[in-house]
């Protein structure tokens, strides 16, 4: 295994920089959320030969390392490897040094507030041991003999921890990560801008607007300790309402229900095939005589039916003949017909949800088949949303 570090000198117009492997898949090392050069200037390829994987990482201080970029790599024992950058840019430093055979090499990424720990295996390594410290001094053990090489850290809001992992060995004996890995907690302002891209579609306008406003007032509260504004930001998530809540069922009645023919082989009535997609029951399906079929759902005097989402569970062990079901209405008592959803992507026994581009209202709606699925559906809902106060 080997270690490839660079600490970048003078930059000119670089804002970015991403570490990476030169082949056709380097794309995949580009780090989630880009990292600042300024801020990170420290870079370092870490390559596991055993493993086949090579990371990227990226340090303020050249001691703490977040890994940005993970790559499997089945290349030869020797590679050439390098760093780009987007911009003009100078080393100050370069050094390349060689892992022991069989270390274990140990990696921290950060999402938010929570410390992913990942860990190679070494050949004669049959478990392991995960230990954390807060101070580097002082170790509590979280996971005992786990034969798993990850685990999820979560509640990492202040400061800093370590993480150190020892492999217990087939022969009898460990070995231990030869130094800790270190993972710092977002700054203040890096836990506002997350905050800030939190996407406004996904909640109500007025719990929106009073997360942004919670924002607002602890960016300006400078006198307080930062600590306590970081919890305030992490509390001000619980003002957020989601736009879910604004979803309401059109409930459906049997008497608003007929499909285009009688079960298959021909039993029942038309009325009953058809509600057979809306009676809360998966394990009963619609099951036409034709190629070519449909359900249509009248409204009545409940219309018309307003459509946001449309929800459906297909009929199990014919899980494709969902795909290719046209949903369409009509509002001149089925003289004409638009269609507003075609089903696709249906390949699992699971509950589907359709979220239409726009509004779809029409006192009726018909469930069309014209690829001999025979209207196999299992469960059909129309789901529409509230209007969304200020």
């Given at each position: ?8 000198g ?6 970015e ?5 030169l082949?056709?898949v380097?794309?995949e090392l580009?780090?989630p ?6 801020v990170?200037p ?7 030969f055993?493993?086949?994987?090579v990371?990227a990482?990226?340090s ?7 890994t940005?970029g993970s ?7 020797a ?13 100050a ?16 990424e ?6 992913v720990?990942?860990?190679n295996?070494p050949?004669d390594?049959?478990a392991f041991?995960?230990s954390r ?5 002082q170790w509590?053990?979280l996971?005992r003999g786990t ?5 999820k850290?979560?509640g990492?809001?202040?400061?800093r921890?370590y993480?150190?992992?020892a492999?217990q ?6 070995r ?17 801008a997350?905050?800030?891209k ?6 109500t306008k ?9 924002l607002?007032r ?6 307080e ?7 305030q930001?992490y ?6 309402v ?6 309401r069922k ?8 007929q499909a285009s ?7 029942g009535?038309t009325a009953?095939n ?14 036409t ?5 449909w359900?249509?759902?009248d409204?009545g ?5 307003t459509?946001?989402?449309?929800r459906?569970y297909?009929r199990?062990g ?7 079901t046209?949903f369409r209405?009509s509002?001149?008592d089925?003289?004409t ?5 075609t ?10 949800e359709?979220k ?6 029409y006192?009726?709606i ?6 001999n ?5 299992a469960e ?11």
């Open positions: 295994m080997s270690v490839a570090e660079a600490r970048a003078p930059v000119t117009g670089v804002d920089v991403y570490g990476a492997v082949s056709d380097d794309a580009t780090a959320a880009h990292e600042l050069l300024t990170t420290w870079l370092r390829l870490v390559r596991d055993a493993a086949h994987r990371l990482q990226v303020a201080d050249g001691s703490v390392w977040l940005v790559l499997f790599t089945p290349f030869p024992y590679v050439h490897a390098g760093v780009v950058a987007t911009g003009d840019a100078a080393f430093k370069v050094a390349v040094d060689v892992l022991a055979a069989g270390a274990v090499v140990v990696s921290v950060r999402d938010a507030d929570t410390a720990v990942r860990w295996k050949e390594a049959v041991t995960l410290s807060t101070d580097g001094t509590e053990v996971e034969r798993s090489y990850t685990y850290d979560e990492l809001r202040h400061g921890r993480y150190k992992v492999a060995l087939v022969g009898g004996g460990t231990e990560t030869t130094d800790p890995v270190v993972v710092s907690a977002e700054t203040l302002a890096q836990v506002i997350r905050a800030r939190a996407d406004a579609s996904e909640w007025k719990s929106y607007a009073a997360f942004v406003a919670e607002d602890i960016e300006k509260a400078a006198g300790d930062e600590d306590t504004r970081i919890d930001v509390a001000a998530y619980e003002l957020l989601s736009i879910e809540t604004l979803l059109f409930e459906v009645a049997p008497s608003m229900v023919t009688v079960a298959w082989p021909g039993t009535t009953a058809g509600w057979r997609a809306f009676d809360g029951d998966t394990a009963t399906y619609t099951d005589l034709a190629a070519e079929s359900i249509n759902i409204a005097a409940s219309g018309p039916i459509v946001d989402r449309v459906l297909p199990v014919q899980l494709s003949r969902a795909n290719g046209v209405g509002n001149d089925g003289g017909w638009t269609d507003f959803h089903v696709s992507g249906v390949n699992a026994a699971q509950w589907y359709f239409l581009p726009e509004r779809a209202s006192q009726r018909r469930v069309y088949d014209g690829h699925g025979r209207c196999n559906l059909v809902e129309f789901w529409y949303q509230l209007p969304d106060e200020e």
